[in-house]
C-alpha cells in the first residue's frame, strides 16, 4: 500500500486553499472618487514597509489585558462553533479560542506540529487521524477521538442548520446515506482506538493535504455537545453562550452582538498564555481610528482601508499588513437552490440569464480609479477568484473584467437591450422596462456614497439599477436574503474570506448552498471535480484545470471578480510578541503587553 504523510509530501506543495464559510461587508469601505483623492503614483507603494509583526522590544509586564476592536456595523451573530458559523466576525473572534486540530506550513499544508496528525494511503483510500495525548478542554475534561467524530456526525445530519454539507463533506464514504437518514453512521468514519480515527474517502485528492475534501480541521466537546439535537445546537447555550475551547483562551462573559471577554485557558496544550484577559468589542468603522489614537483599543480586527490617512502618522500604533485570503465580487442571481434535492437549478428566465447583459455590468464598473485612488494602493481590481498570495495558482495574466464602458455599451446593444423609448435607460431584448435589483451590504458612513457610485456607472451605460429594499441592506440580513434566494435580488455584491484550498468546489459546485449566484452546468461541475482529482496530485494538471475552470467563469460571468486586498491591522505599540504572518512560530499565547494601558 501507498501510505504518504501530507506534511511532507512535495508534490503536493502547491494546494494551498480551502473555501471557508466566510464573508464580510468591507466592499463597502470604498468612497465616491472626487478630484483631491490623491493620484495612482502616490499612493501605489503604500504597505510596501509594513510588517507583519510587532517590533516592540520592551520588557513585557505580568499579565495584562489585551483590548481588541472588532470594527463592524452590525452585531456579530454569536454562533461560536466552527461547524455552524456562517460568517467572518465570529470566525474573527473565535480565533483566540480556537478548536482547530491542525496546524498548517508556509504552502497552507496541514503539518503533524498540531493537535492531530494526518496520514494518507492512497491505495485504500482511508485518510487516519492522530490525536496528542494529555490535550485538555478548558473545561478540564480530556480531548478524546469521539471529539473529532462529532463534528462530522453533526454536519451529515438531516437536522444540521448550517451550509457546510457539501461536495466536499460528501466524499466521505456513506455521507449522503446518514444524512438521507437510511444509516444511523457514517460508515466511512470509524473509531480505532481511543486516540485514533480513520476516514475512507471516495476520491483521494491533493485538496486532503489543505485539510479538505471532506476533512474536518475542528473539534466539538461531545461531553457537552452529544445529547444535544443537532437541529437545536445554533441556539444552545453550549454554543452561544459558554462554549468550551482547546485554544488559547476561553469565553469568560458575552454581551450578545456586542463585546466578548476572554480569560486565558489554563489548560492550552501550548501552555499557559502570557496575557490574563482578552476583551473584544464591536466598534463602528467611523469612530474605530481615533479610538486607536486615545488608546482605547491594542488591535483593530477589520480595520477599513478608506481609514488609512487617519492612522498613518499616528505614533503610539505600528501599522501591520499582509496580502488577505480574500476577495469581493458581483454575483448575479441565475436560479435557486432546492434545498429538497441539495443542488442548485438554473432558470433560463431569470432576469440576469443573459451572459452579455452580465459581461457589460462588469465592464461598466469603475472599480480601478476606486482601487487605486481611495484605497490608498490597499486594494486592486481583482482578476481571478485565487487570490495572489497563492502565487502558485494565482494566474496574473487573466484578463479580468477591466473598466471599459465603450465594450460594455457594445455589448448591451449587440444583445438588444436597447432605448427604445429614448429615456436615456435601456428596456430589454422584448421592448420591456429593464429594472435590475442591486443588494448590497450596509457599511460605514460611507457605503451609500460608493453604492450610489456603483449606479451610476451602471446609469452611464444605460442600465437602471435600483437598489433591493430601497437601501443598502444590514450584514446579516443580506446574506440570509441572498441564501434563500429572495425574488426581489437579481445582482448583489458580496466578499468571501478564503481558507488553504485552492479548490473552488465549496463555493460554485452543483450542490454548494455557497453557490449563491446559482450557476451550474456540467462543464463547470466537471472541470471543479477535476481539479480535485487524483489526477490534481500533479501540479501542473492542477493549474491547468484550475485555469480552465477560470477562463469559462469569465466567459459566462455569472460571478465577478471584483476586489482583492492588503489587509491592515493597527497595534498598539504596547503590544508585543504579536505576529500577522501566515508561516509565524508566534501565538496569540506568546503575546505580552509592556504597560498597563494601551499607550495614547
Not at 441556539?235 to 452561544?240: I, M, Y
Not at 482578476?383 to 455589448?411: M, R, W
Not at 449566484?517 to 471543479?528: G, I, K, P
Amino acid at each position: 500500500m501507498t501510505k504518504k504523510k501530507w506534511a511532507v509530501a512535495s508534490s503536493l506543495a502547491l494546494s494551498s486553499m480551502l473555501v471557508l464559510a466566510a464573508c464580510n461587508d468591507e466592499e463597502n469601505e470604498t468612497t465616491t472618487p472626487e478630484e483631491d483623492g490623491g493620484s495612482t503614483e502616490e499612493n501605489a507603494d503604500v504597505g510596501a514597509d509594513f510588517g507583519t509583526d510587532t517590533t516592540n522590544a520592551e520588557d513585557a509586564i505580568e499579565g495584562g489585558t489585551l483590548k481588541v476592536a472588532l470594527v463592524a456595523e452590525s452585531p456579530f451573530q454569536g454562533i461560536f462553533s466552527w461547524t455552524l458559523y456562517e460568517d467572518g466576525y465570529d470566525a474573527d473572534i473565535m480565533e483566540f479560542s480556537t478548536n482547530a486540530i491542525f496546524e498548517t506550513d508556509g504552502d497552507f499544508l496541514a503539518t503533524n506540529d498540531g493537535i492531530a496528525s494526518m496520514e494518507v494511503d492512497e491505495e485504500a483510500k482511508v485518510v487516519t487521524i492522530k490525536i496528542r495525548e494529555d490535550v485538555k478542554w478548558s473545561d478540564g475534561e480530556p480531548l478524546k477521538i469521539e471529539d473529532l467524530m462529532l463534528p462530522y456526525e453533526i454536519i451529515g445530519h438531516a437536522d444540521y442548520t448550517g451550509v457546510r454539507y457539501d461536495a466536499d463533506f460528501k466524499n466521505i464514504v456513506g455521507a449522503e446515506e446518514y444524512n438521507a437518514g437510511t444509516a444511523e453512521t457514517i460508515s466511512g468514519i470509524k473509531k480505532v482506538d481511543e486516540t485514533t480515527m480513520t476516514i475512507e474517502v471516495k476520491e483521494i485528492s491533493p485538496a486532503l493535504a489543505s485539510i479538505g475534501a471532506g476533512i474536518w480541521g475542528y473539534a466539538e466537546p461531545s461531553h457537552i455537545l452529544k445529547d444535544i439535537p443537532v437541529a437545536e445546537l445554533v441556539e444552545n447555550d453550549a454554543v452561544r453562550v459558554n462554549p468550551v475551547t482547546l485554544g488559547p483562551f476561553k469565553i469568560n462573559k458575552i454581551v450578545p452582538g456586542e463585546s466578548v471577554e476572554f480569560v486565558k485557558n489554563e489548560h492550552y496544550w501550548k501552555g499557559e498564555p502570557k496575557l490574563d484577559s482578552v476583551v473584544l468589542k464591536v466598534v463602528s468603522a467611523s469612530s474605530i481610528a481615533v479610538a486607536m489614537q486615545n488608546g482605547e483599543y491594542d488591535l483593530a480586527k477589520g480595520f477599513s482601508a478608506t481609514a488609512y490617512d487617519q492612522i498613518e502618522t499616528l505614533e503610539n500604533i505600528e501599522i501591520l499588513s499582509r496580502e488577505e485570503l480574500y476577495y469581493s465580487y458581483l454575483g448575479f442571481k441565475l436560479g435557486k437552490f432546492d434545498t429538497t434535492a441539495g443542488k442548485v437549478v438554473m432558470d433560463d428566465s431569470m432576469k440576469m440569464a443573459n451572459k452579455d447583459l452580465r459581461k457589460a455590468m462588469g465592464y461598466a464598473l469603475n472599480i480601478e480609479e476606486v482601487s487605486d485612488v481611495y484605497y490608498y494602493g490597499l486594494r486592486s481590481r481583482a482578476n481571478s477568484f485565487i487570490p495572489p498570495v497563492f502565487s502558485s495558482f494565482h494566474n496574473p495574466d487573466l484578463p479580468g473584467y477591466t473598466y471599459d464602458p465603450d465594450k460594455a455599451i457594445e455589448l448591451l446593444d449587440a444583445a438588444g437591450y436597447v432605448d427604445t423609448d429614448g429615456d436615456g435607460l435601456r428596456e430589454d431584448p422584448n421592448g420591456q422596462p429593464l429594472e435590475i435589483k442591486l443588494a448590497t451590504m450596509a457599511g460605514d458612513d460611507i457605503a451609500e456614497q460608493i453604492t450610489q457610485f456603483w449606479l451610476q456607472n451602471w446609469a452611464d451605460v444605460g442600465l437602471n439599477v435600483t437598489l433591493a429594499t430601497g437601501r443598502s441592506i444590514e450584514f446579516n440580513a443580506f446574506y440570509d436574503k441572498v441564501q434563500a434566494d429572495d425574488p426581489e435580488i437579481d445582482i448583489f455584491m458580496g466578499a468571501w474570506g478564503t481558507g488553504t484550498n485552492p479548490s473552488p468546489m465549496g463555493l460554485y459546485s452543483n450542490d454548494a448552498p455557497f453557490n449563491f449566484s446559482r450557476f451550474a452546468t456540467d462543464e463547470s461541475q466537471e472541470l471543479l471535480v477535476a481539479i480535485d482529482s487524483p489526477e490534481a496530485f500533479d501540479a501542473d494538471f492542477r493549474a491547468e484545470k484550475l485555469l480552465a475552470w477560470e477562463e469559462l467563469m469569465a466567459e459566462e460571468a455569472p460571478v465577478i471578480p471584483m476586489n482583492n486586498r492588503l489587509e491592515l491591522e493597527p497595534v498598539n505599540k504596547r503590544v508585543k510578541n504579536y505576529s500577522i504572518d501566515y508561516t509565524t512560530d508566534l501565538g496569540l499565547e506568546d503575546v505580552e503587553l509592556t504597560a498597563e494601558e494601551p499607550i495614547k
